[in-house]
């Protein structure tokens, strides 16, 4: 690959032999070789002081500007920082081996908060400054970045955040939390806080996140496509044969099956907390699991998942190839809708959000190696 792709330290199995498995120790060390490169290159640039980012990206003419910083883990261990999302734990001791192996937070989490006029003002006050990146990703994505002249303004104005609300990067926060609990010395005194009690975040007010639809294929039917439409048909609020294939509003589904969309009305919830009211829920409840017997779809090999990115058109293809028998077209989550099931101690089930756009690994990293205490240098095994 190219030289200074950040893959070689995000995915560092690309630079061992094609059959190394991706947890061998050695994709661990090759990972961390390959950033102490990166940080020693020409072409990287090292900060003396803390110091706090402006983050903007713009897909498709839309906005989206957040601030690049470091957040602590004994928020994230408090609830502070609230989760919406479990965490599976082979996953987590991946990510946990890279950041102990690398000594650094080389990806950020992608948090949002309450809209806050203080920080929306530093914000727009730091963007009519030169800009330290400005360039247009193969996607389309433009990444622009400033540096801001001081963190404590930006400190200060985050006091009055009550809560950060975790949108992308579960497993990265909680990797984070156990890699800061191997290397915490016990008794530990001083004033400073030492890097690895900090992990990389972009900070995004509520106003700027856009969710995308998170769509679902189903691979098996209980009934050949006919015959399930018909069912479906005696008991929801079906219309057939729509021409649009995405849903106009919350509370409504689009299947596709035998060529041809369908909009389906989803009935309301049995409970009234903020999940039950989620549509990926009621579809859940009321068709996935009662008709087709999809009762766990993180495990269930019956269906699948389509990132909105993709669009209806991917859906379509699937079904028409064979490969799946029907797609479901979903109305996206509200970022209103996930903080009020953060807010209430509640988990969103598998696949609900899908945010774009994505973060650009490699910009800004976090080296927290000099503050790594002696008998912790050496990687252990998690």
């Known amino acids: 690959g190219t030289p200074r792709s950040f893959l070689h ?14 947890h061998d120790d050695a994709v661990y060390e090759q990972g961390a070789v390959n950033l102490r490169q990166f940080v020693e290159a020409d072409y990287t640039l090292r900060e003396d002081a803390p110091t706090v980012y ?13 601030i690049f910083g470091g957040v602590s883990v004994a928020e994230y261990d408090e609830g502070t920082i609230v989760k919406h999302e479990e965490t599976r734990p ?21 948090l949002t908060y309450r809209d806050e006029e203080s920080i929306h003002t530093l914000v727009s006050e730091i963007q009519e400054q030169t800009p330290l990146y400005d360039f247009e990703a193969d996607d389309g994505v433009r990444h622009t970045v400033w540096k801001a002249p001081a963190p404590d303004p930006f400190v200060d104005a985050f006091r009055e955040v009550e809560h950060l609300y975790i949108a992308d990067g579960h497993h990265r926060c909680k990797a984070a939390s156990r890699a800061a609990a191997v290397l915490r010395q016990d008794g530990e005194e001083g004033a400073d806080v030492p890097g690895y009690e900090l992990f990389t975040a972009v900070l995004f007010p509520m106003s700027h996140m856009h969710i995308m639809p998170y769509n679902r294929v189903v691979f098996d039917l209980p009934a050949s496509p006919p015959q399930f439409l018909e069912q479906v048909a005696d008991d929801f609020d079906l219309e057939r044969d729509v021409e649009d294939p995405e849903p106009s509003e919350k509370g409504t589904v689009c299947l596709y099956l035998n060529g041809a969309w369908h909009r389906l009305v989803l009935p309301p919830p049995e409970g009234d907390r903020a999940v039950d009211h989620l549509d990926v829920s009621r579809l859940s409840e009321h068709l996935l699991e009662p008709r087709l017997g ?23 293809t699937r079904v028409d190839e064979g490969e799946a028998q029907l797609a479901i077209s979903m109305y996206p989550t509200h970022i209103e809708e ?27 990293i976090h080296d927290f190696a000099a503050d790594v205490p002696d008998k912790a240098s050496v990687t252990p095994a998690v």
């Open 9 to 22: 330290v995000a995915r560092p199995e690309i630079d061992l032999p094609p059959d190394t498995d991706v």
């Open 54 to 66: 402006v983050y903007r990206l713009v897909m498709d003419g839309r906005e989206q500007t957040g």
């Open 90 to 110: 082979a996953k987590e001791d991946d990510r946990t081996r890279h950041i102990l192996s690398q000594q650094a937070h080389a990806e950020p989490v992608m």
């Open 294 to 316: 999809i009762a766990d779809q993180r495990r269930d090999p019956s269906i699948d998942f389509v990132g909105g990115i993709r669009g209806t058109e991917e859906l379509e």
């Open 338 to 364: 996930l903080v009020a099931v953060s807010d209430e101690g509640s988990l969103m089930p598998p696949k609900s959000t899908w945010f774009e756009p994505k973060l650009r690994s490699g910009l800004l």
